[in-house]
């Protein structure tokens, strides 16, 4: 076997076809968009570049067939909390059934950011945001929701063999949208309508930098403080409607108002994977086509949950209930209801009040990732992420 790096636009294609070629067989996997791995290495595309740097590379074996790839980064930025150590990370692992190479592919990323001055390595995990390729799935091996990792599972095993050991867990959480909600959310409801003052109002596809104020406002409240207090700009905000509009449905993007001031948002889109399963990949001109047609066709019946919050002052008063009783009048509609299921992107086991809260709208755990951690000093104490 050989370490190959990927230095050359052939090798950038040949690093793509790795995890095609391994899951031909596999009916629940779905090929991502080329475009969308590619512009995670692509320094003109990736923001990420400003803060780090990052390395792949291929594994062939004595035939010179690539039966394995992985890559290796470094971002200033990336750090957990609780973290005394610099850390790097590993992603797009991919690897047939044989410790032997996984131990390379995994030694090759360990030995790079050893040479940046890195004691650990995460991963599998993006260069980039968490929403994209972050974790191991373990649990639920159903076709992925669009930039979720998929694996086999013996996965686990090659990387628990090689010594990584569970930094956290990723949990999703997902339910039917058909049948009737739990009477406790119509309780609610009834308690926040009769309070006064409240309203839930869908998304304005025409006025974006409305939304975007108002997601901000919610959002900085909210989350924030559990980002290491790293607030969203509205000129962020803003670019990331802009980037949803061509596939957001204003049936799945909802505020609450109190006295006209945003308090709640709930920010989902439909699962674009029920599309680019037919596209393999491609989105030239011609997957355009077949992507228009197919949400044409309403192949689209799942959506995923991105993002959710209550400013902290309406915690826990039940206008999250409030908020999805509305939106249920629509999405649960006999004849506009065009949704069958929705599942919620992953939430780490460190946050469990917002597991807790999931658990409570009633969803159920449908899928876990696992997002593993490598110290190189093996005599070392390792520590799990710390909970929030």
Not at 168 to 195: D, G, S, T
Not at 266 to 284: E, M, S, T, W
Request: with cysteine; net charge positive; glycine share 6%.
């Amino acid at each position: 076997m050989q370490i190959v790096e990927v230095n050359s636009p052939a090798l950038a294609k040949a690093f793509l076809l790795v995890a095609p070629k391994l899951y031909q067989q596999d009916p629940n996997y779905i090929r991502p968009l080329d475009k969308d791995v590619e512009e995670v290495f692509d320094e003109t595309k990736n923001k990420t570049f400003r803060f780090g740097k990052v390395c792949r590379w291929l594994l062939q074996n004595d035939a010179g067939e690539h039966i394995g790839r992985i890559a290796a980064f470094v971002n200033k930025r990336y750090k957990n909390k609780g973290d005394t150590q610099p850390t790097g990370g590993f992603g797009f692992f991919d690897c047939i059934n044989n410790q032997a190479a996984a131990n390379l592919l995994l030694d090759t990323a360990k030995n790079w950011l050893q040479q940046q001055g890195m004691e650990a390595m995460d991963g599998p995990i993006n260069f980039g945001e968490r929403d994209k390729w972050w974790g191991l799935l373990i649990e639920g091996f159903d076709p992925p929701l669009y930039g979720m990792n998929y694996n086999a599972p013996y996965y686990k095993t090659l990387l628990e063999n090689y010594g990584c050991e569970v930094f956290f867990y990723q949990n999703c959480w997902a339910r039917e949208v058909k049948p009737r909600l739990p009477e406790k959310f119509y309780v609610a409801h009834k308690k926040i309508e009769a309070m006064g003052g409240f309203e839930a109002r869908r998304v304005d596809k025409n006025n974006l930098e409305k939304a975007a104020q108002d997601f901000c406002i919610v959002y900085n409240k909210a989350w924030a403080q559990h980002e290491g207090n790293k607030q969203m700009a509205l000129p962020v905000a803003v670019k990331m409607f802009q980037s949803m509009k061509p596939i957001m449905d204003p049936d799945l993007v909802w505020f609450v108002y109190y006295h006209n001031e945003p308090v709640a948002m709930y920010v989902c889109l439909p699962d674009l994977n029920q599309v680019f399963k037919f596209l393999d990949g491609k989105f030239d001109w011609w997957a355009k086509l077949k992507f228009v047609y197919y949400r044409w066709r309403g192949v689209i019946k799942n959506f995923t949950g991105i993002v959710f919050g209550i400013v902290p002052e309406w915690q826990g008063s039940g206008v999250d209930y409030f908020m999805i009783v509305e939106a249920s009048k629509i999405l649960q509609h006999p004849q506009k209801g065009k949704y069958d299921y929705t599942e919620l992107q992953w939430q780490g086991d460190f946050n469990p009040k917002m597991n807790n809260i999931s658990k409570n709208l009633g969803f159920t755990l449908s899928r876990r990732l696992a997002t593993y951690r490598y110290l190189f000093d093996r005599t070392k104490e390792f520590k799990r992420h710390p909970i929030l």
